[in-house]
């Protein structure tokens, strides 16, 4: 199957072509067909299924150049509000449509520019779109199609609020809204069946993990992990390697002593550092200029960077599912790679979830040549089962 046989226009035909696509990935030729019928979606969204033009291409496809506000879609971070942005231009590049991105951290200027330019597509974060509704730069009016991606990162982030107030601010009437999310908790459950009107459901995200991917846990002590990061980074033929921190502070850190070994090809992202120097650091490590990117969460949800040849988790993530999102940046389009996560005792508990998880036993490594102090994690065979003394001395009957 084609894109030609998806009813796609004309114009976004066009630019498929040029971008060099030829057979759509399964959700796409799942969710196109119903987006262009008018039906609301909701969807399990995963990282490196090709969602973003699932959404894009059919709402590009049902809009024409007005000048004001049609399609809207809400991200969580400025990193995939940008990226998604850069989607909507390439795959909209025929039609005359105009994008608008909004997004805090930087000057207001340029943003009500291009909304006074008369922008057809708002792609934003919602802290940022509503300080455009109050400076009445933003109108919601004409909004035909709401796109909601992402929504239960905009729930980690403390968003939903300003959500809802968005989703209340668009026309009701008439409105498609397509939402998506790789997990549904019950707050986003009850949201969606406020928000939707008799949804199809659209299966984008699984468990699965790629089949290329070749996973490790690497036991150590707690005081060795510093130790054992810079050990798996000097014994690793590596091409790219993103490392997963948990914190901001974890990730400056690790950033700084990897540095200080003598590496200077080595970034920080995450939602402290400004804007500009977070662009610099992803547009880096996607050009090789830094071989090595240490990020939060916030690096692993959705944003395209393809050729890592490595993933390591500096911890065990708390969640089983950012585990695959983290892990997904690593093996992609058949590609082999590597996820080693460091494991310490006080995170057992997180490894076992993991495995569970993505239903696979995850294989212990150590790393030849390093000089481990004793863990209980390092026994090759199970400890033995300590016997306890019947209180008072008396056997139990």
């Known amino acids: 199957m084609g894109f030609e046989t998806l009813g796609l226009s004309a114009a976004v035909l066009e630019a498929i072509k040029e971008s060099g696509y030829n057979t759509p990935t399964p959700i796409q030729a799942q969710a196109i067909p119903i987006i262009l019928e008018g039906r609301d979606v909701i969807g399990a969204s995963q990282t490196g299924t090709g969602k973003t033009a699932a959404f894009a291409l059919p709402s590009l ?9 049609q ?6 971070t400025r990193e995939l509000a940008h990226q998604v942005a850069e989607s909507f231009q390439k795959y909209g590049k025929h039609t005359g449509l105009k994008v608008a991105l909004l997004y805090g951290g930087v000057g207001l200027g340029k943003q009500t ?3 006074e ?7 934003a974060t919602p802290g940022r779109l509503i300080d455009h509704f109050y400076r009445t730069s933003m109108r919601f009016g004409e909004v035909k199609i709401l796109i909601l991606d992402e929504v239960d990162r905009m729930l980690d982030m403390g968003f939903l609020p300003q959500v809802r107030k968005i989703v209340n601010l668009c026309p009701w009437e ?3 809204t397509l939402f998506f999310s790789a997990t549904m908790p019950a707050a986003i459950q009850t949201f969606a069946q406020w928000c939707l009107t008799d949804p199809v459901s659209v299966e984008i995200a699984r468990r699965a993990v790629a089949s290329t991917v070749t996973h490790a846990f690497y036991p150590v002590a707690m005081d060795q992990r510093d130790e054992l990061l810079l050990a798996l980074l000097k014994e690793t033929d590596y091409h790219s390697v993103m490392i997963f921190t948990r914190t901001r502070k974890e990730a400056d850190d690790v950033t700084s002593m990897i540095k200080s070994t003598g590496q200077p090809k080595v970034a920080a992202m995450h939602s402290d550092i400004n804007q500009v120097d977070r662009m610099k650091a992803l547009a880096g490590f996607k050009s090789g200029d830094f071989e090595i990117l240490v990020a939060t969460d916030v690096a692993a949800r959705g944003i395209d960077i393809s050729g890592v040849s490595h993933v390591i988790n500096y911890r065990v993530p708390e969640n089983a599912e950012d585990y695959v999102h983290r892990i997904g940046r690593t093996g992609r389009a058949e590609a082999e790679g590597d996820a080693f996560t460091i494991l310490t005792a006080d995170e057992l508990d997180y490894a076992k979830s993991v495995e569970v998880f993505i239903d696979q036993k995850i294989q212990r490594k150590k790393l030849e040549g ?3 102090t004793y863990t209980a994690l390092l026994d090759d ?6 016997r306890r003394k019947p209180v008072g001395g008396k056997k139990r009957r």
């Open 174 to 176: 008439g409105r498609q």
């Open 61 to 69: 496809s049902k809009v024409t150049r007005m000048g004001k506000p």
């Open 71 to 76: 399609i809207l879609v809400l991200e969580p």
């Open 370 to 372: 390093f000089a481990y």
């Open 381 to 386: 065979s199970p400890p033995k089962p300590v």
């Open 113 to 115: 520019e291009e909304l």
């Open 117 to 123: 330019a008369g922008a057809d597509i708002v792609v």
